[in-house]
Nanobody, 116 residues
Framework: QVQLVESGGGLVQPGGSLRLSCAAS????????MGWYRQPPGKQRDLVAD???????NYADSVKGRFTISRDNAKNMVYLQMNSLKPEDTAVYYC??????????WGQGTQVTVSS
């Protein structure tokens, strides 16, 4: 079995920063793609950023220049550094991974609230 567990969410003021972490555990041989999605209240879940095993990254236009995705292949972890946070960044953030033999897996989500 494979599991993704996020951490690092919380309440932050506009302009502040947060760092999300996601750890993949279980019978993992290789993780092709890791990423972060978010789902604001009443809206659909959308891609925030993803990163390949080789380090190529992709960002949603709304977070370019503010968020940075990174991963540690040896630890099966992915991170999302979020700076200059805005109220519209408020959402449940989900970790996502495409894992060899297991397919696409999701974490349980972590709440990020940006409010004064």
């Amino acid at each position: 079995q494979v599991q993704l567990v996020e951490s690092g969410g919380g309440l932050v003021q506009p302009g502040g920063s947060l760092r999300l972490s996601c750890a993949a555990s279980g019978s993992i041989f290789s993780i092709h793609l890791m990423g972060w999605y978010r789902q604001p209240p009443g809206k659909q879940r959308d891609l925030v950023a993803d990163i390949t095993s080789g380090g190529s990254t992709n960002y949603a236009d709304s977070v370019k220049g503010r968020f940075t995705i990174s991963r540690d292949n040896a630890k099966n972890m992915v991170y999302l550094q979020m700076n200059s946070l805005k109220p519209e960044d408020t959402a449940v953030y989900y970790c996502n991974a495409v894992i060899q033999y297991w397919g696409t897996k999701w974490g349980q989500g972590t709440q990020v609230t940006v409010s004064s």
